[in-house]
C-alpha cells in the first residue's frame, strides 16, 4: 500500500481518478474500503479514508468506476489498505467492469496478511491478468519491522514476493543509504515484475523525511532507475493523480 493518499476531502470525487501517462499506461482509481485492519505501519495515515458502511462505499466506489473507459486495457484498483477490504458489490462492479470495458491487466494492493486468500481472487478474477501489489517498504528487517512496524515477519525477499507480482518501497527516511536502496531495487526487480518507489512525505506520523536520505536516492538511484519500465517513482503525494 503507497504512502501517497493523505486525503483531505476523501470523497472529492476527481482526486479519485486518473490516467498514469508515463512509464505503462494505465488508468488508475483509489476506491474506499471498511478501513485497512492492521492500522500500525508507523509512517502511515491515509488509512483513514474509509467508511463502515458498505453500501455507501459500493456508491461512492461506482461514481469512480464509471469514469473507467478501459484505453489503456489496463487498471490500477487503491484503496487506503487491502483489496480484501472492499465490499462485495465493489469487487463484483470490478468485474463486470473489465469485461465491458476490454481491461486485460488489473492490479490490486494487499498487506502481506492477507497473502493466502490471493490465491481465490485470481480465481475470482479468471480470464484477467491480476498483478497483486505488496506493501513492502524496504527488504532491510530491522527497519521495516522495528521502526516502521510492517507487520512482515520474514527476512528472505524471495519468500516474502513468493505470490505477489509488485510491491510499494517507502524512501527518504533515517536509516537508509544508498546502497541499502540499491539493495531494495535490486532484490525488487529480481522477485517481482514491477517496484514502486514511494519518496517519504511529510504526514501526521512520527516518521519523517530524511534529506540527505533523499538526496543520496535523487543522485545515486534514481539515475539508476529512472528509465526502467518496470519502475515508477513517486517524488510527490499525487504522482499518480489521485490522493490530496
Ligand atoms: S497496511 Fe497500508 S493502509 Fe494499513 S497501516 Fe499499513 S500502510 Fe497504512
Not at 494492493?109 to 485470481?122: C, F, P, V
Not at 516502521?148 to 516474502?160: A, F, R, S, T, V
Amino acid at each position: 500500500m503507497p504512502l501517497k493518499r493523505s486525503l483531505g476531502d476523501a470523497n472529492f470525487f476527481m482526486d479519485r481518478y486518473s490516467e498514469i501517462l508515463t512509464g505503462r499506461k494505465r488508468e488508475i482509481v483509489l476506491l474506499r474500503g471498511k478501513g485497512c485492519v492492521y492500522k500500525k505501519c508507523a509512517f502511515c495515515d491515509y488509512h483513514l479514508d474509509k467508511c463502515a458502511d458498505e453500501e455507501e462505499n459500493f456508491a461512492l466506489n461506482k461514481s469512480v468506476l464509471d469514469s473507467v473507459t478501459g484505453r489503456f486495457s489496463d487498471l490500477e484498483v487503491i484503496n487506503s489498505g487491502s483489496v480484501f477490504e472492499l465490499d462485495k458489490n465493489t469487487i463484483e462492479y470490478i468485474k463486470k467492469l473489465c469485461v465491458s470495458k476490454g481491461i486485460k491487466t488489473l492490479h490490486f494492493e494487499s498487506h502481506y496478511l492477507y497473502r493466502s486468500r490471493i490465491e481465490k481472487l485470481r480465481e475470482f478474477f479468471d480470464g484477467i491478468e491480476l498483478k497483486m501489489k505488496l506493501g513492502l517498504e524496504t527488504f532491510d528487517y530491522d527497519l521495516r519491522e522495528r521502526v516502521l512496524l510492517k507487520g512482515i515477519d520474514e527476512k528472505d525477499p524471495k519468500k516474502i514476493c513468493r505470490g505477489f507480482d509488485e510491491a510499494n518501497f517507502l524512501f527518504g527516511i533515517d536509516g537508509q543509504t544508498a546502497q541499502s536502496m540499491l539493495y531494495d531495487v535490486d532484490n525488487g526487480l529480481k522477485y517481482l515484475e514491477r517496484i514502486c518507489v514511494n519518496i517519504m512525505c511529510e504526514n501526521s506520523t512520527p516518521i519523517k523525511p530524511n534529506k540527505s536520505v533523499i538526496d543520496a536516492f535523487l543522485t545515486e538511484v534514481y539515475p539508476t532507475i529512472k528509465e526502467n519500465g518496470r519502475v515508477d517513482v513517486l517524488i510527490n503525494n499525487t504522482d499518480f493523480g489521485v490522493g490530496d
